[in-house]
């Protein structure tokens, strides 16, 4: 944030001087009087904030026994409609199946076939450190998810029967993903053409779950069939996409792991006490009186932020930190979406906000990122800021001596 602030004061700085700039004779006195808008265009920044804060989390988060053989792998991440998405699938092994199954002319007399299951839990499912280097108070908007079996061509469409139900860690209550109590899906084979068959999760309940950010989480899946059921199985395969639409449940400042880049620790204006720059003061009091606005294109729809600066004076409490009324100067902000996955924002600096931040000798703010309740943000691998500019509109007078 630092260089934003200071590359935008610099600008108008710069902007001043090429104003005043003139080709005429130079007279022995000079008046300058108007009120000129500046507007200086800003070049494209990739921010990797986001790519860094989730290879952050993948290090701290874990899908199952670390020794287990059916324990998740987490995939790479993919960018599923423009978001971050955390891909985990877990390979069920339908050899399994057969275990305890006895072949047709085994069976007891009276029987035409022989239904067995397994019963199987994936366990140590750790979440605790999913959205916690963000903020506290946050959730996933929705987690998708999917069961696909692939079955054998030339098989005469068998059937197998499954239903999965999840838990958290002091929570015996099951969420059921798939199925539910006494309630089993049916897989049926397309016979002779083989191939993948796939249902969905429920994504409330899966959602919960994750949400739930348990530290040993665990995942059982039930699944049912007959001989001839388990013969014609190929491969099971159970998917999970977390994709990082992030939603507030209440007023949450986003922390970005602790590592709090909106704390300045010298003067917004680049000025220091300790040694005064003349030609810095004056230029800065041409400023006085002026309006600033800052807008960006942003390519990270859903961005429901506030942007806020807190008074190096007000020393606020944590929790009135969330309260943008209490701010400093909250930005104005209108964000209207382009209809291409991006959206502009305006931020506007007051004249009076201006002067006061002029007039303190020394301004060092913090600057907040608020993330409303009910607001949404999309964290993407490849954020870029484009097509800014920065604008001053200047009530200048002043008097030149030659």
């Known amino acids: 944030m630092r260089w ?35 507007a200086i265009p800003a070049g494209a920044v990739d921010v990797a904030l986001f790519e860094e804060l989730l290879d952050g989390i993948l290090e701290d988060i874990s899908f199952g026994d670390e020794d287990g053989d059916d324990s998740f792998e987490v995939g790479d991440v993919t960018e599923e409609e423009g978001l971050f998405t955390i891909r985990a699938s877990l390979g069920i092994d339908p050899d399994g199946l057969g275990l305890g199954l006895p072949d047709e002319h085994l069976l007891p007399d009276g029987y ?5 299951g397994i019963v199987e839990t994936v366990r140590a499912i750790d979440l605790s450190e999913l959205l916690k280097p963000v903020s506290e108070n946050l959730e996933l908007a929705e987690v998708t998810g999917y069961l696909e079996i692939a079955f054998y061509a030339d098989n005469d469409g068998e059937e197998i029967e499954v239903r999965i139900f999840a838990k958290t860690n002091g929570d015996d209550s099951k969420r059921w993903l798939l199925g539910g109590e006494g309630v089993f899906e049916s897989f049926e084979s397309p016979g002779s053409e083989g191939g993948p ?14 949400n739930a950010q348990s530290e040993n989480g665990s995942i059982t899946y039930e699944l049912v069939t007959d001989a001839d ?18 939603e507030a449940t209440e007023n949450t400042l986003l922390n970005f792991d602790d590592d709090n880049a909106l704390e300045m620790d010298e003067d917004i204006f680049g000025r220091d006490p300790a040694d005064p720059d003349k030609d810095l003061d004056d230029l800065l009091d041409a400023l ?17 932020i506030t942007l806020g600066m807190i008074h190096p004076g007000q020393n606020l409490l944590e929790n009135d930190k969330t ?9 104005n902000r209108e964000s209207d979406s382009n209809g ?3 959206q502009t924002f305006t931020l506007t600096i007051p004249p009076e906000k201006l002067d006061e931040m002029i007039d303190a000798g020394e301004f060092i703010p913090e600057f907040l990122l608020l993330l409303e309740k009910d ?28």
């Open 4 to 38: 934003r602030e200071r590359a935008g004061a610099l600008a108008v700085v710069l902007a001043v001087i090429l104003a005043a700039g003139c080709q005429w004779e130079t007279p022995e006195e000079l008046r300058l009087r108007g009120t000129p808008s500046v």
């Open 375 to 402: 607001g949404q943000i999309g964290i993407r691998k490849n954020l870029k800021i484009t097509g800014g500019h920065f604008r001053a509109t200047i009530d200048y007078d002043q008097t030149f001596e030659f």
């Open 323 to 331: 309260d943008s009324e209490k701010w400093f100067l909250e930005f």
């Open 112 to 116: 035409d076939s022989y239904e067995m």
């Open 197 to 210: 068959v796939k249902k969905y999760l429920d994504p409330a309940s899966l959602t919960d779950f994750v």
């Open 340 to 342: 291409d996955g991006t």
């Open 288 to 304: 006085r009186g002026s309006s600033v606005e800052f807008s960006v294109t942003i390519n990270n729809a859903p961005f429901d």
């Open 229 to 246: 059921g388990a013969d014609a199985v190929d491969s099971i395969e159970l998917v999970l996409d977390i994709p990082f639409l992030i």
